[in-house]
């Protein structure tokens, strides 16, 4: 394919939410400024149709869809994500504070095309709480990571981290926005890396092309 064929395809990106949004508002930021070279964000789907995000999404004039589980079992719900994320032809998914854990079914649709951010250095803390979960171990660093999406609880394959000091006076609310302000510029820088593909994936490693 050439540059020229590729350009004029950008990588198609669909943002999962549940809540506040802002690495979502972070991504779509990036892509504005050209930070995330050749992609665009074609739609954003929130499983809440109460989350502050989704409001920020119509704003920015993207394209929003609420899927909300109400009684459904997961394979029901996640078809109909996947049917959306399908239909909008999407190449890669960002979780951006989506709360499910997703199955196997759909990580197979899109292997090594899911991203993840997590408030942590994983493996350390995963889960929920992690700020919460660091400060409580005592640890003197923290920080956050991005990831690929595996079966396992914030446990794939890591793309990219960045460290954030954890203060002797620090509260849950003041290290978590210590490590936001990371997240914002990490998930941006990882999920260029995806769409440029300069990468290898061998094993658990993700190993950036020189
Ligand atoms: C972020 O801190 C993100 O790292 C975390 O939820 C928050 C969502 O905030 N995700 C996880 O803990 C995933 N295990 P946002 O809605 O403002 O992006």
């Given at each position: 394919?050439?540059l020229?064929?590729?350009?004029?395809?950008?990588?198609?990106?669909?943002?999962?939410?549940?809540?506040?949004?802002?690495?979502?508002?972070?991504?779509?930021?990036?892509?504005?400024?050209?930070?995330?070279p050749?992609?665009?964000?074609?739609?954003?789907?929130?499983?809440?149709?109460?989350?502050?995000?989704?409001?920020?999404?119509?704003?920015?004039?993207?394209?929003?869809?609420?899927?909300?589980?109400?009684?459904?079992?997961?394979?029901?719900?996640?078809?109909?994500?996947?049917?959306?994320?399908?239909?909008?032809?999407?190449?890669?998914?960002?979780?951006?504070?989506?709360?499910?854990?997703?199955?196997?079914?759909?990580?197979?649709?899109?292997?090594?095309?899911?991203?993840?951010?997590?408030?942590?250095?994983?493996?350390?803390?995963?889960?929920?709480?992690?700020?919460?979960?660091?400060?409580?171990?005592?640890?003197?660093?923290?920080?956050?990571?991005?990831?690929?999406?595996?079966?396992?609880?914030?446990?794939?394959p890591i793309i990219a981290?960045?460290?954030?000091?954890?203060?002797?006076?620090?509260?849950?609310?003041?290290?978590?926005?210590?490590?936001?302000?990371?997240?914002?510029?990490?998930?941006?820088e990882a999920?260029a890396l995806v769409v440029r593909g300069d990468f290898d994936v061998l094993?658990?490693r993700v190993i950036a092309k020189m």
């Open positions: 394919m050439t020229e064929h590729s350009r004029k395809n950008p990588k198609r990106l669909g943002i999962l939410i549940s809540g506040r949004g802002s690495n979502m508002l972070a991504l779509a930021e990036a892509v504005r400024e050209n930070r995330i050749n992609a665009e964000i074609v739609l954003v789907v929130s499983d809440n149709a109460d989350a502050a995000g989704l409001s920020i999404a119509q704003d920015l004039g993207l394209n929003t869809v609420v899927i909300v589980r109400s009684g459904r079992n997961r394979e029901e719900h996640e078809r109909e994500i996947l049917g959306a994320l399908k239909e909008h032809e999407v190449d890669l998914v960002c979780l951006a504070g989506y709360m499910r854990l997703l199955s196997s079914d759909f990580i197979n649709d899109f292997r090594n095309r899911i991203l993840n951010i997590h408030p942590s250095l994983l493996p350390c803390f995963p889960g929920l709480d992690a700020q919460r979960q660091a400060i409580g171990h005592g640890v003197k660093w923290s920080g956050c990571t991005v990831h690929f999406v595996d079966e396992t609880l914030d446990g794939g981290q960045r460290i954030v000091p954890v203060l002797d006076g620090d509260t849950e609310e003041s290290l978590s926005a210590r490590i936001l302000v990371e997240e914002h510029r990490l998930y941006a999920v094993g658990r």
